[in-house]
């Protein structure tokens, strides 16, 4: 929430090599689970972060609760998508 674009791109860059490398591991430790849908979740959850902090770097704090409220659904997406896995794995 700097301001400071390059240490933003630097972050950015990290959160997505963490990303990629927990997505390509679930969908390693479970056949239920596809790293590619893994991906997309993640990237999703970067993306509002990183968007929520321009907002309140901006002080636009309506359009960060609105990305907040984003984050939380793709949270509980996240959620629901391992819960998914475990029980198909489960059932096995």
């Known amino acids: 929430m700097s301001g400071d ?4 791109e630097e972050q950015t860059n990290e959160l997505y090599r963490y990303a990629d490398i927990l997505a390509v591991y679930l969908g390693s430790i479970n056949p239920y689970w596809d790293a ?3 991906k997309e979740l ?7 972060i990183i ?3 321009h907002e309140f770097y901006r002080k636009d704090y309506t359009a ?3 990305t907040f409220i984003e984050f939380v659904y793709t949270s509980l997406a996240i959620g ?5 896995g475990m029980y198909q794995y489960a059932l096995i």
């Open 64 to 66: 960060a609760m609105q």
């Open 36 to 38: 590619a849908k893994w």
């Open 51 to 53: 968007k929520e902090s």
């Open 5 to 8: 674009e390059a240490a933003i």
């Open 42 to 48: 993640f990237d999703t959850s970067a993306e509002l």
């Open 80 to 84: 629901d998508y391992f819960a998914q």
